[in-house]
């Protein structure tokens, strides 16, 4: 008697093992894709194959066992761990009987259905159109197959291509239109960013592979050092749970004053097209004074996250940006923490207050290396000078003399030279 009732497609993932020294950990997380796809797993199949089958992907012998499981599991839908070319995956769909999803479509999918801002949900429209345009023959073949099967004689040729050009230009269309409503959103965050980089206030921006823990890094520095109206974002336990950027600006007890930003996470294999349109997203991190790479030191695969990201922020153009390490969960480890190694790596939980005080020392180090201390004398006429002290400098000590304010201060180099007529040396 059947009494489970299936709400969950059923999946099998498979994958080319070609020697890759990250095989298994690239499929654990094909299965965790599947899973934040809502997907279920119910099996694994791999081959060692020196290069992919041009036709089919996998060789012949392991299509035959696939076609089995496909059957015997009831499966709905095979992933692969590689992006398919568009003759691979309909050569392998018309084989199996079953639908095939390649790495690029289900992530994709995950994109989509994740993506809430106008500005995500267009990338991922255009990523996802770029995705099916040159895949687009094989459902005007199949129409074309079934018109023949349908016997309905002799126009079928023709009005399956002139069918497929149509799809095409509809499809290039679309994705120009979209492009346009895209980049007039760009225009105005390119506006407010520029803005910001004029305020001179430092920026920090938060990056790393999808759940480490940087949007809960976030909302812990928000909470402390944010504005009353400040709002936290967005933080959970699945992949890609940020697709936006957020800016906040933190405030620090000693005046400091740094933008922070939370964005998009990385996985292994992020599609081309995907990385192309979040080129805009991730813009805030390309223009940050210092990146913040959270990894999540509790996954055994730390170390090929962190070889990810560093590719990944490559692909975007992003190098040559000081970047400080931040080992994060280590309280799902035996390590321990809050420590701090060199001057660039500390090992800390998110979760815990004195990990976001060494933290943010951290950041404070970096972002305001060119801090100087010094005493300034302010005649009393130029009142609004200390005002201006008081309100962007960390004041250390006052001390009012006949003459004017001593004060003892720390303040940025930049500060320094336009004031530097009231120093006392
Ligand atoms: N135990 C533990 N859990 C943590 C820590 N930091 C974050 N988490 C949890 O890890 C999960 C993912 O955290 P997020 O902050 O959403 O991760 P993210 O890096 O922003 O992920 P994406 O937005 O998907 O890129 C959440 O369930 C957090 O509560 C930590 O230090 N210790
Ligand atoms: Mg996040």
Redesign the pocket.
């Given at each position: 008697m059947e009494t489970n009732i299936q709400t969950e497609e059923q999946v099998l993932i498979s994958g080319l093992n070609t020697e890759q020294e990250d095989f298994d950990y690239s499929m654990r997380e094909l299965a965790e894709l599947a899973q934040a796809n809502h997907m279920e797993v119910v099996g694994q199949v791999s081959q060692a194959i020196d290069r992919p089958n041009p036709a089919t992907y996998f060789g012949s012998g392991k299509v035959e066992e696939l076609k089995e499981r496909v059957f015997n599991d009831h499966v709905h839908t095979l992933i692969t761990n590689d992006e398919l070319t568009p003759s691979q995956l309909r050569n392998l769909e018309n084989e199996l009987g079953c639908r095939v999803l390649d790495r690029t479509a289900l992530i994709l999918e995950i994109f989509a259905e994740r993506a809430k801002s106008k500005e995500a949900k267009l990338q991922v429209q255009i990523a996802q159109l770029q995705y099916r345009l040159p895949r687009l023959q094989t459902s005007a073949n199949q129409r074309l197959d079934q018109q023949t099967g349908g016997g309905s004689g002799f126009t079928n040729r023709g009005s399956g291509e002139t069918q497929l050009e149509m799809d095409r230009r509809t499809i290039q269309r679309s994705i120009n239109h979209l492009r346009h409503e895209l980049s007039a959103i760009d225009r105005s965050e390119e506006v407010k960013r520029k803005q910001r980089e004029k305020s001179n206030i430092p920026t920090a921006a938060l990056v790393?592979y999808?759940?480490?823990?940087?949007?809960?890094i976030m909302n812990g520095l928000v909470r402390r050092y944010g504005a009353v109206e400040d709002k936290t974002v967005f933080?959970?336990?699945m992949?890609?749970?940020?697709l936006d950027t957020s800016v906040r600006q933190l405030h620090l007890p000693d005046q400091k004053r740094f933008l922070l930003s939370d964005t998009?996470?990385f996985v292994s294999k992020l599609p081309t097209h995907l990385v192309e349109s979040f080129k805009s997203t991730l813009a805030e991190a390309a223009s940050a004074d210092l990146l913040i790479q959270?990894i999540d030191v509790s996954d055994p695969h730390y170390e090929e996250m962190m070889k990810t990201t560093s590719k990944t922020l490559k692909q975007i153009g992003i190098e040559n940006i000081p970047m400080i390490y931040v080992f994060?969960?280590a309280?799902?480890t035996e390590m321990e923490y809050p420590v701090m190694e060199g001057d660039d790596r500390i090992i800390i939980?998110?979760?815990q207050s004195e990990s976001l005080d060494l933290l943010t020392s951290v950041i404070r180090k970096h972002l305001f290396k060119d801090y100087v201390e010094a005493k300034m004398l302010v005649p009393f006429k130029d009142g609004a000078v200390v005002s201006y002290f008081n309100e962007h400098t960390n004041i250390l000590n006052t001390e009012y003399q006949s003459s004017g304010t001593l004060l003892t201060l720390e303040l940025s180099a930049e500060d320094y030279a336009k004031y530097e007529k009231y120093a006392v040396k």
């Open positions: 790393g999808t759940n480490a823990g940087k949007s809960t933080e959970k336990d992949l890609f749970a940020t998009v996470g959270v994060n969960k309280d799902k939980s998110a979760k």
